[in-house]
């Protein structure tokens, strides 16, 4: 199977059984620079095994063998991110509330104003490059939280938690001297200046804080042991 990326740009995928309106939104969108990918059913557009992350899909509700409802539930299984903007010359409110309810974007009805069309476009493409970014940030710091051995975990953790070096020693069986050396290489790995900017770092980096174990990132619990 064949995957196809994407660069920095944004790309905008339609999955139609109609050629004249992929042709006709292949045209619309190219009008206004934007890198278009069209497909004539859900199938193709699965077999494609889409992996970019900056863009939209406008989908057809209804198309012969799997519908586009079929085709977003499809995606939603494979953990596709991309924002989904339905169009339907049949479909009714339900319709329309059932795509939303399982994460569509927006739901325009044919025939459509050209400017709603692309008004949902770009708002579909402002939306997934704030996703994107914030993706990468959470990787970024996931990255630099990775970069910490255990130990420096342990004190990270007690930081976050509100204890002070003196406390973290005696919870920890090691020296005032030996936490503070650690809290400055941790501060040093995070490129942190303060406390407060630890805390707000780790706390990003983290769903949830019970009993101080709020570090949930895939992967930290096989960190390697300070030496």
């Known amino acids: ?39 004539e059913s859900a199938k193709h557009f699965l077999d494609a095994d889409i992996s970019c992350t900056y863009g939209c899909v406008i989908l057809d509700v209804r198309m012969q063998n799997v ?18 903007i339905f169009l339907s010359a049949y479909g009714d409110a339900q319709m329309g509330a059932q795509a939303v309810k399982k994460g569509a974007f927006d739901f325009l009805q044919k025939p459509y104003r050209n400017q709603d069309l692309l008004d949902a476009v770009n708002a579909a493409l402002a939306f997934s490059k704030e996703m994107t970014n914030k993706q990468r940030e959470k990787q970024e710091r996931a990255d630099l939280l990775a970069a ?27 020296s005032h001297k030996t936490v503070e050396a650690h809290r400055g290489r941790i501060m040093s790995k995070l490129g942190l ?10 706390m990003r980096s983290s769903s949830h804080c019970s009993a101080c174990e709020w570090l949930s990132l895939p992967g930290l619990q096989q960190q390697s042991t300070d030496h």
Request: hydrophobic fraction near 40%.
């Open 67 to 84: 519908s586009g409802l079929q085709l977003q539930q499809a995606l939603c299984d494979r953990g596709f991110k991309l924002p989904i």
């Open 1 to 39: 199977m064949q995957i196809e990326k994407s660069g920095n740009a944004p790309t905008v995928f339609v999955v139609d059984d109609e050629a004249s309106v992929r042709d006709s939104l292949t045209w619309l969108l190219n009008s206004i620079s934007l890198n278009v990918k069209a497909y």
């Open 193 to 202: 200046r303060s406390t407060g900017d630890l805390i707000h770092f780790a």
């Open 148 to 174: 910490l051995s255990q130990r420096e975990m342990e004190i990270l953790d007690k930081v976050v938690c509100g204890n002070s070096s003196k406390e973290i020693a005696k919870l920890l069986g090691i």
